[in-house]
């Protein structure tokens, strides 16, 4: 499979679940990104990984938590979250913070 | 505070008409633009980018962006839309700040809507 991929693509989650969101590149990059797409609002940066580690957190609430094993993978684990969470999250990776290329997001709805 | 503007939120046109997106960035430092697509169903896309050098950059299908510092401005323009460009395009700018942090900023979007 080429390019970045997101699973899954629509998750369903209570208030008091635990998930995770789960992204893969397969381009090579060094660094990885979290974004959440509201409707109305600015995509918003959550998270930034470059070579693994990480290098932004937006102020970005607790209850998301990212994780980056290795240069390819990039996870966000989910606990408590509200309804305003709703949101669609979308990866992208990047080669030395250049051009970013994008996955095709995952739709959340928190009830 | 760092931001970017995009001026339009919604655009309607004919096929063959001009189009031009007016973005506008505040930030403090070295910056890195870019204008995005997301053709409905589809993932967000590079349209074109602009790191240094002629401030006139040239994209994908016909699209182009003209960074003029001084007014910190990188509109972009097409001299003909087709009905195909409906979609949905950001400006974003990225960077180091003074403060040493990492910044990749998006615009609100504009919706463009061609007529066949």
């Known amino acids: 499979e080429t390019g970045v991929t997101q699973t899954p693509r629509h998750l369903v989650m209570g208030m008091t679940n635990k998930k995770s969101l789960k992204c893969e590149q397969h381009?090579?990059?060094?660094?990885m990104y979290w974004y959440k797409q509201s409707a109305k609002k600015p995509l918003e940066l959550m998270f930034v990984y470059s070579l693994e580690e990480r290098v932004e957190n937006n102020s970005v609430p607790s209850r998301f938590s990212p994780e980056c094993p290795n240069s390819s993978h990039l996870f966000l684990h989910l606990h408590t979250l509200q309804p305003e969470d709703s949101a669609l999250y979308l990866c992208?990776?990047?080669?030395?913070?250049?051009?970013?290329?994008f996955g095709p997001g995952t739709r959340l709805t928190v009830l | 505070a760092q931001s970017v503007s995009q001026h339009n939120h919604h655009v309607i046109l004919s096929e063959a008409a001009s189009l031009e997106l007016g973005c506008n960035y505040s930030?403090?430092?070295?910056?890195?633009l870019f204008w995005y697509v997301q053709y409905p169903g589809q993932h967000l896309q590079l349209l074109l980018k602009y790191f240094s050098g002629d401030p006139l950059v040239k994209g994908i299908k016909g699209f182009e962006a003209e960074f003029i510092k001084s007014k910190f401005s990188f509109n972009l323009r097409k001299p003909s839309v087709q009905w195909s460009d409906t979609a949905e395009y950001f400006c974003a700018v990225n960077g180091w700040g003074t403060s040493g942090t990492y910044k990749y900023i998006f615009g609100t979007g504009t919706r463009l809507k061609v007529l066949a």
């Open positions: 381009l090579g990059h060094n660094a």
């Open positions: 992208a990776s990047s080669q030395e913070f250049g051009e970013q290329f």
């Open positions: 930030y403090g430092g070295t910056v890195n």
